[in-house]
Structure formats: C-alpha cells, structure tokens
C-alpha cells in the first residue's frame, strides 16, 4: 500500500540552464510543481507526501542563491497558506529549523499549528535544514537527555518523523540515482523511482505511471 511518498525535487538548476535563465528561475518553476504534485496525491488519496526542499548540504551553496531560496519558501508558504486549508492538507516540517530568521520559523510554525487543527488530508512533510545523520544525531541527543534505552523503537519515535508510516516509495527526480541523505532510517524498505526528467517538468502524468508501477513491485521486507 502507497501510504508514505517521498520525493527528492532534483533539476531545477539544469532546467534554467537549459532555458539560458539563472538558477533562480528554475527553483520558482520547482515550487510550482510542489503545488501540482502535492494536488495529484491529494487526489490519489497519499497520507504522507515527503519533499527535499532544502539540505543540511545546501548551506555549501553561493549566499544568494540561499536567500533566493529563503524568500521563496517565505513567499510559498504565505500564498499558499489558503490552498492547504482549501485541500484539507496538514503541514509539517522536518529538519533543524532553528537557524532560519525568526520570521520565517514563525511562519512555519503558524502554518503547522493551523493545519494540524483544521485538516486531516494528506500531511505534506517539508524537509528543511534536514539531513538524515543530522536527524538521528538529534534523534539520539534526545534519547540519552530523556534516559531512555536505544532500540529501534525508542530511535523511531525519537526521529524529527515521529509518528509518520516508514516511507513506502521514494522518487528522486534529476537523473541522478542517490538519496542525498534524505529520510535514511525510514527508507529502508523504500521502492526506489530514478527518473530523468528534471522536477520542474515532473507531471501528474508520470507520478501517475509510476504509482501504477509501485503496485506491481512486491515487497517482501526481508522475507521470502
Ligand atoms: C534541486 O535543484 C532542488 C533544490 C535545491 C531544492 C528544491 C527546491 C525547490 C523545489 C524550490 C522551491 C521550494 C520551496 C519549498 C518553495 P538543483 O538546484 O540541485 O538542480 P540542479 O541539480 O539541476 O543544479
């Protein structure tokens, strides 16, 4: 069952290079794909819908092109705000957002906390300052402040994803064929989707395809 999607949004760079247009151009293109895709899951009745928005890695990336990203999460997360209640979606973001500027976690933290008590669709989960080793660093910084024993149980419900199903199918967009070090623990019984097409130009058509395909893949977690 297709309960948990988890996307890595890769190609917006390549996708304005190809346009002769900067870097920029392509992220606003992949936030509008965000909204697309979030949709079609909302129609194909997804729980959890999982986006590597922005990287613990990301921060290694020219100083502009973070506060370009920044503001457009900023701007994204305003506009939106009424679509998420309009398609009964629940907001959550993962990650260590405590470095971004006071405004920005304000509004992330408004945007969860009203989601959370109005809706009860999909949960579209933004990856934000996150990286996977981070997550479980933090996630066994608490165990130990909380004197609790390690299991796999007491890391899973430490984890920033606490209460969220283990990924079921994860696609990254881009050609690239890697995880990037996203959602590594609750991965690890993900079917995994390459596809060449860069995340601007990711559509419902082939997200639809490769749902289909899911279906058809047999999972036996370990067993025969
Ligand atoms: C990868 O493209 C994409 C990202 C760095 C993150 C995803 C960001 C967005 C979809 C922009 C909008 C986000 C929000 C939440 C409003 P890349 O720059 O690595 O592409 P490249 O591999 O072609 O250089």
């Not at 949960?123 to 130990?144: C, H, P, S, V, W």
């Not at 990924?167 to 079917?191: H, K, P």
Request: aromatic residues 10%; proline residues 2%.
């Amino acid at each position: 069952m297709l309960r948990h999607l988890a996307i890595i949004m890769d190609g917006n760079g390549r996708w304005a290079k190809n346009r002769f247009k900067p870097r920029f151009f392509g992220h606003q293109e992949g936030a509008k794909t965000i909204h697309s895709i979030t949709e079609t899951c909302v129609k194909k009745g997804i729980k959890y819908l999982s986006l590597y928005a922005f990287s613990t890695e990301n921060w290694n990336r020219p100083k502009k092109e973070i506060d370009f990203l920044m503001n457009l999460l900023e701007k994204y997360l305003h506009e939106q705000t009424q679509t998420y209640l309009d398609s009964n979606i629940i907001f959550k973001v993962i990650g260590d957002i405590s470095v971004f500027n006071s405004k920005l976690q304000e509004k992330i933290h408004h945007l969860q906390s009203i989601t959370a008590e109005s809706c009860n669709g999909l949960t579209q989960i933004l990856a934000l300052n996150y990286g996977a080793k981070d997550e479980l660093r933090r996630a066994f910084l608490k165990i130990q402040n909380k004197n609790l024993p390690i299991t796999q149980e007491s890391i899973t419900q430490n984890l920033d994803t606490a209460g969220i199903p283990e990924v079921d199918m994860l696609i990254r967009t881009g050609g690239e064929q890697r995880l990037s070090n996203f959602l590594l623990w609750q991965s690890a019984y993900a079917e995994l989707f390459f596809t060449k097409t860069l995340w601007p130009d990711f559509g419902s058509d082939e997200l639809e395809a490769m749902i289909e395909k899911f279906a058809t893949r047999q999972r036996r977690f370990g067993a025969i």
